[in-house]
């Protein structure tokens, strides 16, 4: 069974930069679309940033501009980098990899904003 486990979350200042990644147990990367999600308290989780295996990206409006999504095949792990992070970006996010009937997540990491 194919496993992401995720690194890079914790706590940063506004306007501070983070990089989430996501590794998978198996090349998966380039044959699954992936992507990030977040979840703040009482709200829904929220599609943040994805990456498709052919490589077309789309983000959340909030945060187009600031985060960036990319994959790297080769060490079969996705990335997402934010930066101008805002209180607002507080939530846990989490590593998705999708294909067909499939989804498969990561374990969920907190990213905290606030000074």
């Known amino acids: 069974q194919v496993q992401l486990v995720e690194a890079g979350g914790g706590l940063v200042q506004p306007g501070g930069a983070l990089r989430r990644s996501c590794a998978a147990s198996?090349?998966?990367?380039?044959?699954?679309?992936m992507g990030w999600y977040r979840q703040a308290p009482g709200k829904q989780r929220e599609l943040v940033a994805h990456i498709s295996s052919a490589g077309s990206t789309l983000y959340l409006d909030s945060v187009k501009g600031r985060f960036t999504i990319s994959r790297d095949n080769a060490k079969n792990t996705v990335y997402l980098q934010m930066n101008s992070l805002k209180p607002e970006d507080t939530a846990v996010y989490y590593c998705?990899?999708?294909?067909?009937?499939?989804?498969?997540w990561g374990q969920g990491t907190q990213v905290t904003v606030s000074s």
């Open positions: 198996r090349n998966i990367c380039s044959i699954y679309a």
């Open positions: 998705n990899a999708a294909r067909a009937s499939i989804a498969i």
